[in-house]
């Protein structure tokens, strides 16, 4: 026997038995008993909710389209996610091209928003997911890539029978969430092939993916510089862990869910139009130093409050402030001046956009649209 034949026939044992371990974990599912440790922890996780839920494995799945009213909402709020998708999803087609693999981008329920691919419309499997409007959220079609990640937040990967209803056995699936620019969960992205071979490699490419989008999706929201974070002797040139960006006061008006994590900051909170934090809550030094450091070439290592160094490359963006002087505001236009007084309460008032109206005496859509954001429901 050839080496090569040996592999394939090492491969194919391997599948098989990974096969039979999945089908004997859902007749254990299904009799009440202990699952074992062969499935995957998100697996097991999304199978016991799917029971709780009282669903059954035979149950036909009927993905449904959501109403046009709830779908005029979900395109409304998921625009700057598909804004900030289309580009990295339209890469992934190179990467994917000869797997017969597909994009589909969600939205925080599970809402398909988006597309992309070789998706084969005459296959009644491919045409029945690959729909804008479809919800395919774990609480419709049980166990997928799409709903575990979302719960789960975290890359997934499942294969055929790993997926809890019998209809969906035909799908093999990658997915990871998706934060906007303020760190908040957005969506999510699945990579699905039909009746395909085992990728376990694509997870690791949709959580790259995944990561693309949400550093795009914090370089989108205003900001006068943007710092790449990562930390010292673990940063690989041209590939930080995580992104913020600031506006001429120093205010933080975006940031990637890494680096939430990392500089120990919470994503923003629900009704906030920027994050609230200041680089001065976070940089243990002068932040308008960082100004000086917009724009020069090789990264510096600063100090946190927290007593940790990152190490940091600065760029900056137009408009940037390089100094903390003051500007000569009778000059100023008198719209600038109104913009930068909304701006401050917001920021004083910790991201709080009620308690921004309540002080100035107008309504919180006239902050959103001297801000020239979007209402809460915006998701990116």
């Known amino acids: ?36 440790t062969t499935l995957a922890p998100w697996v097991d ?35 700057r996610l598909t804004a900030a998708a289309e580009p990295v999803i339209a890469g992934l087609r190179r990467t994917m091209q000869s797997t017969g693999y597909f994009a589909i981008l969600t939205d925080r329920d599970g809402v398909v928003v988006a597309v992309d691919g070789p998706i084969d419309r005459t296959d009644r499997h491919a045409d029945l997911i690959a729909r804008v409007g479809v919800d395919l959220s774990e609480e419709c079609v049980g166990t997928t890539a799409i709903g575990t990640a979302l719960a789960e937040c975290r890359p997934v990967w499942l294969h055929r029978g790993e997926h809890f209803f019998d209809d969906t056995a035909v799908y093999s699936c990658a997915g990871a969430p998706i934060h906007d620019g303020l760190g908040r969960l957005a969506g999510m992205l699945d990579l699905t092939g039909i009746m395909a071979a085992e990728r376990p490699a694509l997870r690791h490419l949709v959580a790259s993916a995944a990561r693309a989008i949400e550093t795009r999706a914090v370089l989108a929201q205003p900001h006068a510089i943007a710092l790449a974070i990562d930390w010292p002797d673990l940063a690989m040139d041209g ?53 000086d450091l917009a724009g020069r070439r090789g990264a510096t290592e600063l100090p946190l409050w927290s007593g940790l160094m990152v190490r940091a490359e600065v760029y900056p963006h137009g408009g ?3 100094t903390s002087l003051p500007e000569d505001v009778s ?34 859509a006239t902050i959103y649209r001297k801000l020239g954001t979007r209402p809460p429901e915006d998701a990116l």
């Open 239 to 291: 590939h930080p862990r995580g992104w913020l960006v600031a506006d001429g006061e120093g205010c933080i008006t975006g940031l990637s869910r890494e680096a939430c994590d990392m500089l120990g900051l919470p994503p923003a909170p629900g009704d906030a139009v920027i994050h609230g934090a200041h680089l001065a809550d976070v940089f243990a030094m002068k932040w308008q130093r960082l100004f």
């Open 1 to 36: 026997m050839s080496g090569l034949s040996a592999v394939s026939l090492t491969r194919t044992t391997q599948l098989d038995l990974r096969e039979r371990a999945i089908a004997a974990a859902r007749r254990r599912l299904l009799d009440g008993t202990e699952l074992p």
């Open 45 to 79: 996780a999304s199978w016991r909710r799917c029971v709780a839920r009282g669903m059954s494995p035979g149950t036909p799945v009927s993905f449904d389209l959501v109403t046009a009213t709830r779908m005029r909402a979900v395109r409304e709020r998921a625009q």
């Open 320 to 322: 940037a402030r390089k």
């Open 331 to 364: 000059c100023r236009p008198l719209k600038a001046l109104e913009v930068d007084l909304i701006r401050r309460t917001v920021r004083e008032l910790r991201g709080n956009v009620k308690a921004a109206a309540e002080r100035l005496g107008i309504s919180r």
